[in-house]
């Protein structure tokens, strides 16, 4: 064996000895200070999980990657079982086994090292390994994990856990309860917290009866959840599949005054109907009958109830501008401004078809010309959004086909032309064109509106016109050469 022979299997034997003992400091004297390796080469996603991935120069990013490795298993053997010398290069074919210390799961792989030595030392390193054996290591069960410490409201591991890429949407597969509903049934606001900030949906349905966390958390009778849940964009209102139940219904069936004010200041509907034909006044009467216990609860949750009646009645009557915008009268319109009415105001939630709108948006969608120019010259939101379709103005007028106030709107500084409604992403454009108004298609086209969003159906404004009208149409063809195709 030539002498470049034993100097590298001299510096190899040292080096993968020193691995075998888990001696970082001596492992970090057979490396120059130079030192480049490369443990296979970084890839977006799957380097955040094993955070030892990628390519490392110098001995101070090895010894640092080194230190995370250590941190994060725990060998339990490493074995040389061969190596190759090959002048200034070592091959070695090692064996290890060991534990990711976070998710307590194992990896058994066998590797290669391929070393280039040079002066006694070793000035590049590289590892050739299937990652797939870390990756089910470090993620393997994580999800049931989780699954584990959010049922034993165990904190420390769901927070670790969720750090370590469980998912925070994962779904009991006994129970169809996601996570975050498993939290809110039992009162574990904490975790809840920690899910949501990790991106778990408060508005899933779960597979069984088809309702939502919010659901859970008024089954539970927990108001920092149903207030957390809120905060992060729950909906208050969904009605289970199943039931029909609302929260407030849920709140008031399991007896929760609380939870039941919380929602009704909040906007909760009182004028629904359950699956199995109950309103929400059936629901609570029955339980004042049936109930043998509580029954103090229920008698608060009934005035709670009657006082939003009420006050949503007189909230309604107190609109007086509203009332005259309905009305179509001119100069009541404007004899309320007068007086200082907000032209802003909402109506109030009454499960109607005016819930949430504004004057302008009524006196849009009735095709009231010269309302909408009053409202809009004393300053009314032109383009506020009504919270059942999710419409402004503009979406108002062009739906129902009047060309007049979607010009008008058209020309007011600052109008969004192109705001797309949750409900079916259609934009003005798509409801005018859909609807088969070409005149008010034509003001938004002269206008400058957008000509290639699409709606959740995926057609755009060009598909809708050739639908509607034919390629032939003079509004078709405007679309299509203004559109570039």
């Given at each position: 064996m030539s002498l470049l022979k034993n100097d590298t299997k001299a510096v190899a034997d040292k080096w993968f000895k020193a691995l075998r003992e888990r001696d970082g400091a001596s492992a970090m004297e057979y490396l120059d200070k130079n030192v480049v390796w490369s443990n296979t080469k970084p890839i977006p996603g799957l380097s955040e999980i094993i955070p030892w991935l990628g390519e490392y120069h110098g001995v101070g990013e090895v010894h640092q990657t080194f230190m995370v490795w250590a941190k994060l298993s725990e060998v339990e053997s490493f074995e040389l079982l061969e190596l190759f010398i090959n002048g200034d290069e070592a091959i070695g074919l090692v064996h290890e086994k060991a534990k990711i210390i976070p998710t307590g799961l194992y990896y058994d792989i066998e590797f290669i090292h391929r070393l280039t030595v040079k002066d006694g030392k070793i000035v590049r390193w590289k590892s050739y390994w299937d990652t797939a054996f870390g990756i089910v290591a470090f993620r393997g069960d994580l999800n049931e994990r989780l699954l584990g410490a959010v049922l034993s409201k165990d904190r420390h591991s769901a927070r670790e856990l969720l750090k370590f890429g469980a998912d925070p949407n994962y779904v009991n597969p006994e129970t169809k309860l996601t996570l975050l509903m498993t939290a809110a049934g039992i009162g574990e606001a904490e975790i809840a917290s920690m899910l949501l900030r990790k991106g778990a949906n408060p508005n899933t349905l779960d597979e069984l009866a088809g309702a939502s966390a919010m659901h859970k958390a008024c089954q539970g009778g927990y108001l920092e959840i149903v207030k957390l849940l809120a905060e992060h964009g729950a909906f208050i209102n969904t009605q289970a599949v199943s039931t029909g139940h609302t929260p407030l219904i849920e709140a008031i069936w399991f007896k929760y005054p609380e939870i039941v004010q919380y929602l009704l200041d909040n906007g909760a509907w009182l004028n629904i109907k359950t699956n199995y034909g109950f309103s929400l006044l059936d629901h609570l009467n029955y339980a004042l009958n049936?109930?043998?216990?509580?029954?103090?609860?229920?008698?608060?949750?009934?005035?709670?109830?009657?006082?939003?009646?009420?006050?949503?009645?007189?909230?309604?009557?107190?609109?007086?501008?509203?009332?005259?915008?309905?009305?179509?009268?001119?100069?009541?319109?404007?004899a309320c401004i007068g007086s200082g009415a907000d032209v802003n105001e909402r109506a109030p939630i009454l499960n109607g078809f005016n819930d949430g709108h504004t004057p302008l948006h009524v006196a849009?969608?009735?095709?009231?010309?010269?309302?909408?120019?009053?409202?809009i010259e004393a300053g009314a939101d032109i383009n506020a959004i009504e919270p059942t379709f999710g419409a402004v103005p503009l979406h108002k007028a062009t739906y129902n086909g009047f060309a007049d106030i979607t010009q008008l709107l058209c020309s007011q500084a600052g109008i969004n032309m192109d705001y797309q409604g949750p409900s079916n992403g259609y934009t003005p454009l798509h409801d005018a064109l859909w609807h088969g108004f070409d005149k008010c298609a034509e003001v938004l086209v002269n206008s400058g509106c957008a000509l290639k969003l699409r709606g959740h159906d995926g057609l755009t404004p060009y598909d809708l016109a050739l639908e509607v009208f034919g390629d032939k149409h003079p509004l078709t063809v405007k679309i299509r050469e203004r559109s570039g195709l």
């Amino acid at each position: 064996m030539s002498l470049l022979k034993n100097d590298t299997k001299a510096v190899a034997d040292k080096w993968f000895k020193a691995l075998r003992e888990r001696d970082g400091a001596s492992a970090m004297e057979y490396l120059d200070k130079n030192v480049v390796w490369s443990n296979t080469k970084p890839i977006p996603g799957l380097s955040e999980i094993i955070p030892w991935l990628g390519e490392y120069h110098g001995v101070g990013e090895v010894h640092q990657t080194f230190m995370v490795w250590a941190k994060l298993s725990e060998v339990e053997s490493f074995e040389l079982l061969e190596l190759f010398i090959n002048g200034d290069e070592a091959i070695g074919l090692v064996h290890e086994k060991a534990k990711i210390i976070p998710t307590g799961l194992y990896y058994d792989i066998e590797f290669i090292h391929r070393l280039t030595v040079k002066d006694g030392k070793i000035v590049r390193w590289k590892s050739y390994w299937d990652t797939a054996f870390g990756i089910v290591a470090f993620r393997g069960d994580l999800n049931e994990r989780l699954l584990g410490a959010v049922l034993s409201k165990d904190r420390h591991s769901a927070r670790e856990l969720l750090k370590f890429g469980a998912d925070p949407n994962y779904v009991n597969p006994e129970t169809k309860l996601t996570l975050l509903m498993t939290a809110a049934g039992i009162g574990e606001a904490e975790i809840a917290s920690m899910l949501l900030r990790k991106g778990a949906n408060p508005n899933t349905l779960d597979e069984l009866a088809g309702a939502s966390a919010m659901h859970k958390a008024c089954q539970g009778g927990y108001l920092e959840i149903v207030k957390l849940l809120a905060e992060h964009g729950a909906f208050i209102n969904t009605q289970a599949v199943s039931t029909g139940h609302t929260p407030l219904i849920e709140a008031i069936w399991f007896k929760y005054p609380e939870i039941v004010q919380y929602l009704l200041d909040n906007g909760a509907w009182l004028n629904i109907k359950t699956n199995y034909g109950f309103s929400l006044l059936d629901h609570l009467n029955y339980a004042l009958n049936v109930s043998t216990r509580c029954k103090d609860k229920l008698y608060t949750i009934k005035d709670m109830v009657d006082k939003r009646i009420e006050d949503d009645r007189k909230r309604a009557e107190s609109q007086k501008l509203m009332q005259a915008v309905i009305d179509n009268k001119c100069d009541e319109v404007k004899a309320c401004i007068g007086s200082g009415a907000d032209v802003n105001e909402r109506a109030p939630i009454l499960n109607g078809f005016n819930d949430g709108h504004t004057p302008l948006h009524v006196a849009c969608r009735s095709g009231f010309y010269d309302i909408a120019k009053i409202l809009i010259e004393a300053g009314a939101d032109i383009n506020a959004i009504e919270p059942t379709f999710g419409a402004v103005p503009l979406h108002k007028a062009t739906y129902n086909g009047f060309a007049d106030i979607t010009q008008l709107l058209c020309s007011q500084a600052g109008i969004n032309m192109d705001y797309q409604g949750p409900s079916n992403g259609y934009t003005p454009l798509h409801d005018a064109l859909w609807h088969g108004f070409d005149k008010c298609a034509e003001v938004l086209v002269n206008s400058g509106c957008a000509l290639k969003l699409r709606g959740h159906d995926g057609l755009t404004p060009y598909d809708l016109a050739l639908e509607v009208f034919g390629d032939k149409h003079p509004l078709t063809v405007k679309i299509r050469e203004r559109s570039g195709l």
